[in-house]
């Protein structure tokens, strides 16, 4: 299956380290290669890089491992195709607007027999059941909130519930973010860290780099990172439970 990876800073920061690790396991440290995507938000827009081209051979990822693009919300994915076929239509992340916000969706896992019918603006470009899910839970979202945006509390409750209805289907890691905040949720794997002064250095599980990020940070930056494996070698990350949805600002979770 798929892997993912996001970050949530309260300072617009760079995951140079980070995705380096995390675009090996495209194809050189593990099975992950049949397409790779990333998303920054910046102010209220989205860079959004796909390829269908595995993480490891792509010179777009190439790019991203060495162009510092700073942003306080990121998610990024490495696909194993389980449903779909390998073309960009089917590379995460997703993105739509709802509310006047950029939406970001990403997903790891496989939902069987998972054909709601969709009967507003949001419908599926590709044939994945990633893709189907993103569009089920924006459309089920509109439903139940119209045309205003609810408070965090408020929409925190209704993601509980439908990540809780789609992943009685199968498994749904997932990861969602409008700019603001970050929301993820744990099916069977997702582990993350808060990074915060005092820094220290950290040592990459799949590949020989490490960085010393007291030298690169402000005693005022934090940073968490949530990804489907841990990243490095040397430092504690912690798992989420299986059903937990967490929501992370400001580079912390809240919840």
Same mark, same amino acid.
């Given at each position: 299956?798929?892997?993912?990876?996001?970050?949530?800073?309260?300072?617009p920061?760079?995951?140079?380290?980070?995705?380096?690790? %995390?675009?090996?396991r495209?194809?050189?440290?593990?099975?992950?290669?049949?397409?790779?995507?990333?998303?920054?938000?910046?102010?209220?827009?989205?860079?959004?890089f796909?390829?269908?081209?595995?993480?490891?051979?792509?010179?777009?990822?190439?790019?991203?491992?060495?162009?510092?693009?700073?942003?306080?919300?990121?998610?990024?994915?490495?696909?194993?195709?389980?449903?779909?076929?390998?073309?960009?239509?089917?590379?995460?992340? %997703?993105?739509?607007?709802?509310?006047?916000?950029?939406?970001?969706?990403?997903?790891?896992?496989?939902?069987?027999?998972?054909?709601?019918?969709?009967d507003g603006?949001?419908?599926?470009?590709?044939s994945t059941?990633?893709?189907?899910?993103f569009?089920?839970?924006?459309?089920?979202?509109?439903?139940r909130?119209?045309?205003?945006l609810?408070?965090?509390?408020?929409?925190?409750?209704?993601l509980?519930?439908?990540?809780?209805?789609?992943?009685?289907y199968?498994?749904?890691?997932?990861m969602?973010?409008d700019?603001?905040?970050?929301?993820?949720?744990?099916?069977?794997?997702?582990?993350?860290?808060v990074?915060?002064?005092?820094?220290?250095q950290?040592?990459?599980?799949?590949?020989?780099?490490?960085?010393?990020?007291?030298?690169?940070?402000?005693?005022?930056d934090?940073?968490?990172?949530?990804?489907?494996?841990?990243?490095?070698?040397?430092?504690?990350?912690?798992? %989420?439970?299986?059903?937990?949805?967490?929501?992370?600002?400001?580079?912390?979770?809240?919840?």
């Amino acid at each position: 299956m798929c892997q993912l990876l996001g970050m949530n800073c309260n300072v617009p920061t760079d995951i140079v380290f980070s995705f380096t690790g %995390f675009a090996n396991r495209g194809g050189r440290t593990d099975e992950h290669k049949d397409g790779w995507g990333i998303a920054f938000f910046e102010g209220a827009g989205v860079r959004l890089f796909v390829d269908h081209e595995s993480a490891i051979t792509s010179p777009i990822a190439g790019l991203i491992k060495h162009y510092p693009i700073k942003s306080k919300n990121v998610i990024a994915h490495i696909r194993k195709a389980t449903q779909g076929h390998i073309a960009l239509e089917n590379c995460h992340p %997703f993105v739509r607007e709802l509310w006047g916000h950029y939406w970001v969706f990403a997903h790891n896992g496989d939902l069987k027999n998972f054909a709601p019918i969709l009967d507003g603006a949001f419908r599926p470009v590709g044939s994945t059941d990633s893709e189907l899910a993103f569009c089920y839970l924006l459309q089920q979202l509109r439903k139940r909130f119209g045309d205003v945006l609810p408070s965090r509390e408020a929409l925190t409750d209704a993601l509980a519930a439908l990540t809780a209805e789609i992943g009685a289907y199968g498994i749904f890691n997932m990861m969602l973010s409008d700019g603001s905040a970050l929301y993820a949720y744990c099916s069977t794997k997702l582990h993350y860290i808060v990074r915060q002064y005092p820094f220290t250095q950290a040592i990459l599980s799949d590949e020989d780099v490490s960085v010393d990020f007291s030298e690169v940070t402000t005693p005022n930056d934090r940073v968490a990172i949530i990804v489907t494996e841990p990243l490095t070698t040397n430092e504690r990350w912690h798992p %989420f439970a299986s059903g937990e949805l967490k929501v992370f600002v400001d580079g912390l979770p809240t919840s």
